[in-house]
T-cell receptor
Framework: AQKVTQAQTEISVVEKEDVTLDCVYETRDTTYYLFWYKQPPSGELVFLIRRNSFDEQNEISGRYSWNFQKSTSSFNFTITASQVVDSAVYFCALRQETSGSRLTFGEGTQLTVNP | DTGVSQNPRHKITKRGQNVTFRCDPISEHNRLYWYRQTLGQGPEFLTYFQNEAQLEKSRLLSDRFSAERPKGSFSTLEIQRTEQGDSAMYLC????????????FGPGTRLLVL
């Protein structure tokens, strides 16, 4: 079975603070893919990053960085120097090789960045 | 703009009515997905197409739901005899169908069943 857990339902920070969104996944597959999506109030899911299970290199893209650790089945997302425009719901998702193309999403973390 | 588009964006209907939603994927994407998202939850997979073939269906897709992709381009999702529990955001996504396999989502159709 596959499962994604985002234990933080809501996070509120003040602008310029750093914030980390946690994601823990469960899968029996050795080949799988992890994703992060952003859902602003407009509702459209915006793709942020994809990682496959064989690539544990951390990645940085501007103010965003991702820490993938297979040992703890975690794929955490950090926003550095947060901005008001970062306010959104963030979803972590998993696709495992044996489950076809379906994505399994976590329940999301509502991030609010206050000015 | 060549992203995924969905119509209508909003739909209000009375219980028992039928509704149909349309999704136009990114051009040349041969995989198309439908998800349902209820308030405060993550999206849940409903079904997906490879070209015109419907390859996978979730148990969530009851017999009142039917999806088609007749020419391998746009897709429709129909809900017959709607129930209040069908109220949700219906999201469509497409992907190129390669090993990269990243799904790109449309803006969704928000359904409210009264």
């Amino acid at each position: 079975a596959q499962k994604v857990t985002q234990a933080q339902t809501e996070i509120s920070v003040v602008e310029k603070e750093d914030v980390t969104l946690d994601c823990v996944y469960e899968t029996r597959d050795t080949t799988y893919y992890l994703f992060w999506y952003k859902q602003p109030p407009s509702g459209e899911l915006v793709f942020l990053i994809r990682r496959n299970s064989f690539d544990e290199q951390n990645e940085i893209s501007g103010r965003y960085s991702w820490n993938f650790q297979k040992s703890t089945s975690s794929f955490n997302f950090t926003i550095t120097a947060s901005q008001v425009v970062d306010s959104a719901v963030y979803f972590c998702a998993l696709r495992q090789e044996t489950s076809g193309s379906r994505l399994t999403f976590g329940e999301g973390t509502q991030l609010t960045v206050n000015p | 703009d060549t992203g995924v588009s969905q119509n209508p964006r909003h739909k209000i209907t009375k219980r028992g009515q039928n509704v149909t939603f349309r999704c136009d994927p990114i051009s040349e994407h041969n995989r198309l997905y439908w998800y349902r998202q209820t308030l405060g939850q993550g999206p849940e997979f409903l079904t997906y197409f490879q070209n015109e073939a419907q390859l996978e269906k979730s148990r969530l897709l009851s017999d009142r739901f039917s999806a088609e992709r007749p020419k391998g381009s746009f897709s429709t999702l129909e809900i017959q005899r709607t129930e209040q529990g069908d109220s949700a955001m219906y999201l469509c996504a497409s992907s190129p169908g390669t090993s990269l396999e990243t799904q790109y989502f449309g803006p969704g159709t928000r359904l409210l069943v009264l």
